[in-house]
């Protein structure tokens, strides 16, 4: 017998592709702030993301309207018709992100927009607005997602530990600051700063992450072909390794996973390291 599951249940369910994890809240926020317009963005986590992540951004903020519809699956204000996916310049656009994520946490918003004198905080759990008020607070948005999956006990239990949650929000982290080395990015631990990273070009950005030593030998490549234009940076033999975990490779902005692309290195360095 076929039945209709409830509102609650395929939320849950849909949430479950978008958030998998703290790492991809960050992810989420990050991607939206940067859609937003921000010049400096700071994430703040606290026990790996599972009591807390706070994403802030000086971006266009939002009306009072728009903070509240933001969470309603599906809402975008990236695209209109299906062509404009064929010109997308943003992260996001499915409008997917904030209604799964407040599907499984407790978030609460606040945001003004520059032309507003007061701003707007909006308190919602388990996608369902509990309190929306007036407030001063400075342009942009604040994001602030506290215990995570907290209404799934099974799905919270199958979290990683600290430490393996964290490496991958410090993946997601450092992925979107290298890829947008003009704006300012802060990331904090548990109260304690691991990241301030102020606008700079991309090989100073790369130093900042992965070291200083190591930025200092990258060697620059660019290359344009009818079809595609490669630009970036690689590492002199000597400092090669047979495993990928410094490779970062994007594509319009966007990073991406990529077996051929790291084969094609290796086999490259191969005779060298």
Same mark, same amino acid.
């Given at each position: 017998?076929?039945?209709?599951?409830?509102?609650?249940?395929?939320?849950?369910?849909?949430?479950?592709?978008?958030?998998?994890?703290?790492?991809?809240?960050?992810?989420?926020?990050?991607? !939206?702030?940067?859609?937003?317009?921000?010049?400096?963005?700071?994430?703040?986590?606290?026990?790996?993301?599972?009591?807390?992540?706070?994403?802030?951004? !000086?971006?266009?903020?939002?009306?009072?309207?728009?903070?509240?519809?933001?969470?309603?699956?599906?809402?975008?204000?990236?695209?209109?018709?299906?062509?404009?996916?064929?010109?997308?310049?943003?992260?996001?656009?499915?409008?997917?992100?904030?209604?799964?994520?407040?599907?499984?946490?407790?978030?609460?918003?606040?945001?003004?927009?520059?032309?507003?004198?007061?701003?707007?905080?909006?308190?919602?759990?388990?996608?369902?607005?509990?309190?929306?008020?007036?407030?001063?607070?400075?342009?942009?948005?604040?994001?602030?997602?506290?215990?995570?999956?907290?209404?799934?006990?099974?799905?919270?239990?199958?979290?990683?530990?600290?430490?393996?949650?964290?490496?991958?929000?410090?993946?997601?982290?450092?992925?979107?600051?290298?890829?947008?080395?003009?704006?300012?990015?802060?990331?904090?631990? !548990?109260?304690?700063?691991?990241?301030?990273?102020?606008?700079?070009?991309?090989?100073?950005?790369?130093?900042?992450?992965?070291?200083?030593?190591?930025?200092?030998?990258?060697?620059?490549?660019?290359?344009?072909?009818?079809?595609?234009?490669?630009?970036?940076?690689?590492?002199?033999?000597?400092?090669?390794?047979?495993?990928?975990?410094?490779?970062?490779?994007?594509? !319009?902005?966007?990073?991406?996973?990529?077996?051929?692309?790291?084969?094609?290195?290796?086999?490259?360095?191969?005779?060298?390291?």
């Amino acid at each position: 017998m076929l039945k209709i599951l409830p509102g609650h249940v395929s939320n849950l369910i849909a949430a479950g592709e978008v958030v998998q994890r703290p790492a991809s809240v960050v992810k989420e926020l990050m991607e !939206n702030a940067v859609d937003a317009g921000a010049a400096e963005i700071s994430v703040s986590i606290k026990d790996s993301g599972r009591t807390l992540i706070q994403v802030s951004d !000086n971006g266009c903020g939002m009306s009072r309207e728009d903070a509240v519809l933001a969470f309603e699956r599906h809402a975008t204000s990236k695209i209109n018709e299906i062509e404009d996916l064929e010109q997308l310049g943003t992260f996001g656009f499915r409008g997917e992100a904030l209604a799964s994520i407040a599907s499984v946490s407790e978030v609460t918003l606040r945001t003004r927009r520059a032309e507003d004198e007061t701003g707007t905080e909006v308190k919602i759990s388990e996608s369902k607005v509990n309190s929306v008020n007036q407030i001063a607070t400075p342009q942009g948005s604040i994001f602030s997602v506290r215990n995570i999956f907290y209404n799934i006990p099974a799905r919270r239990k199958f979290l990683k530990s600290d430490a393996a949650e964290y490496r991958q929000i410090l993946a997601e982290f450092t992925r979107i600051a290298i890829t947008r080395p003009d704006l300012h990015f802060h990331f904090t631990n !548990n109260g304690v700063e691991v990241y301030n990273l102020p606008p700079a070009n991309l090989r100073l950005r790369i130093q900042s992450i992965l070291g200083r030593e190591l930025g200092k030998e990258l060697v620059e490549i660019s290359v344009d072909t009818t079809i595609v234009k490669i630009k970036g940076y690689i590492g002199k033999p000597e400092d090669a390794r047979k495993t990928p975990g410094n490779q970062y490779f994007f594509a !319009n902005g966007r990073f991406f996973r990529s077996p051929y692309f790291q084969k094609a290195l290796l086999k490259a360095y191969d005779n060298l390291i």
